[in-house]
């Protein structure tokens, strides 16, 4: 069993920079892949982008690429999301997921989720 929770979102102007964290429980946080998705609001859950175990593959959707980063403290059961360069069109609830059976872009692959946390960019 893993519990998540994020932190870090909030209200920041396009053009600004918001760093997401997700904190895992439990000892097993280096055994699963960690991604995070969004969901704005009356549409699906988008796949934002995902790393792999020990952080050897990291796979970003088109929309974010050069613009946000994933990284992942395996000590610290910590996956982070780095973000700039923000968008209206990044306003969503952010979400971090964990998954042991495989890296994947769909969110059903993925066995436990946080609780979300706010981004909203005004213009």
């Known amino acids: 069993q893993v519990q998540l929770v994020e932190s870090g979102g909030g209200l920041v102007q396009a053009g600004g920079s918001l760093r997401l964290s997700c904190a895992a429980s439990?000892?097993?946080?280096?055994?699963?892949?960690m991604g995070w998705f969004r969901q704005a609001p009356g549409k699906e859950r988008q796949f934002i982008t995902y790393?792999?175990?020990?952080?050897?593959?990291?796979v970003y959707v088109d929309s974010v690429k050069g613009r946000f980063t994933i990284s992942r403290d395996n000590a610290k059961n910590t996956v982070y999301l780095q973000m700039n360069s923000l968008k209206p069109e990044d306003t969503a609830v952010y979400y971090c997921?964990?998954?042991?059976?495989?890296?994947?872009?769909?969110?059903?692959?993925?066995?436990?989720w946080g609780q979300g946390t706010q981004v909203t960019v005004s213009s």
């Open positions: 997921a964990a998954s042991k059976i495989t890296y994947s872009k769909d969110p059903r692959s993925y066995e436990y």
């Open positions: 439990g000892r097993t946080f280096s055994s699963y892949t």
């Open positions: 790393i792999t175990r020990s952080g050897g593959m990291i």
